[in-house]
């Protein structure tokens, strides 16, 4: 194994985060190859952490830009401030200046409002993690005005004049996979899938942040919920679900799992009506045995 | 590693030369004793989806194998050998991007380009137009795989369509500000042209009998033109409705075809009604002005017909536009003379066969509101 990939590892597991050689080769290349990253996998299993522990191990800060739908071009890279560009065309009526001086004016760095793209290319000191989240949930136009900012590393702003990169930053781009992305956009990257932990990996992730959970319920809670996750639910919970279960649980002192309990904080993992319904019916029928039983 | 890449991209993986460039870097970073830590390091460069996974490390363990073995690496570098019956119009990979693209021309509502002169499109033609039943088990494979590539063009030419309206929207504040630069009182507006926005799709798809098949690649076809629409959700009913949206997202295709399976219900035949019924009462909120409401089903139906129009009727109304497919259709003597298909019939905005390639590409001329 390269001594940097190594250490790259070390560096994540000292910023709690629990990880594998996929992880950490593919944060390597990704770094050195100066590619965006493409993370993808369901919901909860720790892609975002990735470039939040990568600003952190690099040392450099980290710029997210959240997606949705209807993202635009403004919203990601820049907009002018127009109640306050008003507000001085307002205040100056008076002050007898002509047009152009007047747009020279509010044409400028004061009232510029920039959005994350821009902020991510005009850092001082050193590049930044970019991170792109949930890139699934904008659409293709938004993919492609990304990749042309990715390989020209420029804006421009008419009113200014053009931006060039000061440190290309480092991109991290996450998907749950609701929607396929495009095929531009998955050649532009390197690829990391990140699937659901297996049980060993999350009985480690559960006792690394909550550490004062005990390890009978740890383990209790980890078989749990991968019994959980073979259940046809609507929304499957991810390990983000167990942390919050874990910590509710500790937070009550309890140190292991029983019908009760589970059916007061079953809301911590579960998040629809539906899958609560099935559930409760499921657990009706059987008991929890089924569910904390090795497969 | 240029033919390490060559062999990928004979294995269906689509590999350009910057991947070749990016691969020889790659390797300047890894170690190379490492034979794990390589082929982690190449498959984040060179496969961009969970389902290429699989072949990726078929090729990567044929390939970077001791030299002595060069033999056996030939064989193992060599395409998988399709069926001898395929239809000829499947075999020639490299003339297939040129023919399908003369053959959607054909299918363009808009009328595009005359097609063109490829020999290759006219066998794609007769594939196309044969009924999906009438094909072998393992000649199935290659036609997903079709399914799937026509689907995604078909997405992007979708997306495409959309233009902006030219109705007045809300205004533009950045072009009138710079309108009215020389006077104090916002007086002349400019205004933004409204983004059109998204439909949404929902699938409601009959699994029984033989109806599994054509939901098959119905939703196979689907799936890959999710990127043109805002949400696409998908039941499918038998006797009872099943939600299997989630399972379309996270899995490869062959996984969502097995669940389908599993899904499936052999015993008391369909109960459109009863399933409508049921989508109706879970489901309220995801029938709008904008969704696209697609049943496929050859209206074989054992329950009670008068629900079934109620239901439909119930939907209907809501909906943006409501498409029925019935694979029967595609058989030029069918008639909709069954109690179920003959209550849905007047009710639905367009009645198609969804029974072929050809079928599919027509339909997606509907998907626009």
Known sequence: ???????????????????????????????????????????GV???????????????????????????????LYEWNYQKQILHIKLHETSGRTASEEEREIFSEPFLLRRPLLQAITQLDQPPVLLVDEVDRSDEEAESFMLEVFSDWQVTIPEIGTIKATHPPHVVLTSNRTRELSDALRRRCLYLWIDYPDFDKEVRIVQLKVPQINQTLAREVTRFMESLRRMRLAKVPGVAETLDWAHALAALHADHLDEALVG???????????????????????????LLATP | ?????????????????????????????????????????????FAGRPEDFATFDRVFDAFWRAATEADRVAEALAPPALPEHAPPGLERAGRE???????????????????????????????????????????????YRLTLKIARRLARRISRRRRPSARRGRIDLRRTLRANLTRGELIDLRYRRRKRKKVRLVLLCDVSGSMDLYSRFLLQFLFALQSAFSRVETFTFSVRLTRVTDYLRARSYREVLRRLTAVKDWSGGTKIGESLAEFNRGWPA??????????????????DPDLLASELLRIKRRAGRVIWLNPLLGNPSYEPLTRGMAAALPLVDRFAAAHNLAALRDLAGSLAL
């Open chain 1, 1 to 43: 194994m390269r001594e940097e990939i190594r250490k790259i590892q070390q560096l994540m597991e000292a910023a709690d985060y629990v990880t594998d050689a996929p992880v950490a080769t593919s944060v390597h290349l990704a770094t050195r190859l100066r590619k965006p990253l493409l993370i993808e996998g369901h919901a």
């Open chain 1, 46 to 76: 720790g892609k975002t952490e990735i470039a939040k522990v990568m600003a952190r191990m690099l040392g450099t800060n980290l710029i997210r830009l959240q997606c949705y739908e209807g993202l635009d071009a403004a919203a990601m």
């Open chain 1, 264 to 290: 007061e904080t079953i809301g911590a993992v579960l998040k629809d009506a539906d899958d609560i319904k099935r559930f409760r019916a499921e657990v009706a029928k059987s008991g929890l045995g089924p």
């Open chain 2, 1 to 45: 590693m240029v033919r390490f890449a060559a062999a990928l991209r004979r294995h269906g993986l689509p590999v350009t030369p910057e991947h070749v460039t990016d691969g020889v870097r790659a390797l300047e970073q890894l170690d190379l004793a490492d034979r794990d830590e390589v082929r982690t390091g190449l498959r984040a460069v």
């Open chain 2, 97 to 143: 991007t040129l023919a399908l693209d003369a053959w959607q021309e054909g299918g363009d509502e808009d009328g595009g380009d005359e097609p063109v002169g490829v020999p290759a499109a006219s066998e794609l033609e007769a594939v196309a137009a044969r009924d999906f039943s009438t094909f072998s088990p393992d000649q199935l494979d290659e036609l």
């Open chain 2, 286 to 303: 995801l029938v709008d002005r904008r969704t696209i409401v697609i049943v496929l089903s050859d209206g074989w139906d054992t329950g």
